[in-house]
């Protein structure tokens, strides 16, 4: 796409210290990272495996992230979001372990960021960063999630939700957000609770505010899915894969390990799934 693009990658479900291809996912990433000139990362959640983190100083934050993304490019700034099991130990040291990373940046639970596609300065893209545990009402009385879930006030974030959404600013080029469980999937979970939960609530979101990407993960596989005029895109197989299938609203799904590049201009969006092998199995090319 030439200059004045900004360039990121997307991963999910990813933090298995080491385990089931996550060093040759990371492999991949990081010769990536590099031949783009990646400007950041978003990580959509289950972070850490098997059940999060207790702290700040946990271990985990060595095997599974430190000791992994080495290269240059790949220590640029991380955005992450919570994913249910990241909910099982202390959700809230990840939030914490922005204080003493510098790549880490996750400032609260949920956030947002305007940020300027370069040589485009007055051209902006929107993404909030969401928690959507707190949007599934049978995690509060789940045993495992429910501690930490009630910590949050889901209410609170519907409502910070509407506010940089509504922003009907010119510059404001793409709309995105990114949160963990998925709207619409290929895989088993499409009419699970948890998918019945945020489609309920987070479609007429995206309708009401023309909302261009959603960004997930849960699934453990690459997807791309269309519904209205929001393209989802879950990159959930970053450590672990399974099978998939096409449905409806489905336009990509592919069971194998890999990760998503995001390149984005003012006026055009390219949207690349890329194996552990480096080798590009998709592409998606939209224009404004």
Known sequence: MGTGVLNFIAISD??????????QVAAQMRRTATAIKSQFTIATG???????????????????FEDICTDFHLQWDWYPVLGNHDYTSNPD?????????????????????????PGETASKILILFIDTNPLIPEFYSNSEYGPNVKAQDSTQQKKWMEEPLSDKSANIKWRIVA????????????????TKAIRRYMKPLFEKYSVDVYLAGHEHKLQHL??????????????????????PESKMAASGYGFMVFSVKSNERLVQTVNYRGEIIYASNIKK
């Open 226 to 247: 269309e519904s209205g005029k929001t393209q989802h895109f879950i990159s959930g197989a970053a450590s672990e894969k399974t099978p998939v299938k096409l449905i």
């Open 93 to 117: 040291a990840q939030v914490n372990y922005s204080k003493i990373s510098r790549p880490w940046k996750m400032p609260a639970r949920y956030y947002a960021k305007l940020i300027s596609i």
């Open 46 to 64: 289950d972070n850490f495996y098997p059940s999060g983190v207790i702290s700040e100083y946990d271990p985990l934050w060595r095997y599974s």
């Open 14 to 23: 990813w933090g298995r210290n080491g385990a089931n291809h996550q060093k």
């Open 179 to 194: 949160g963990y469980h998925t709207m619409f999937t290929g895989g088993s979970r499409n009419e699970g609770y948890d």
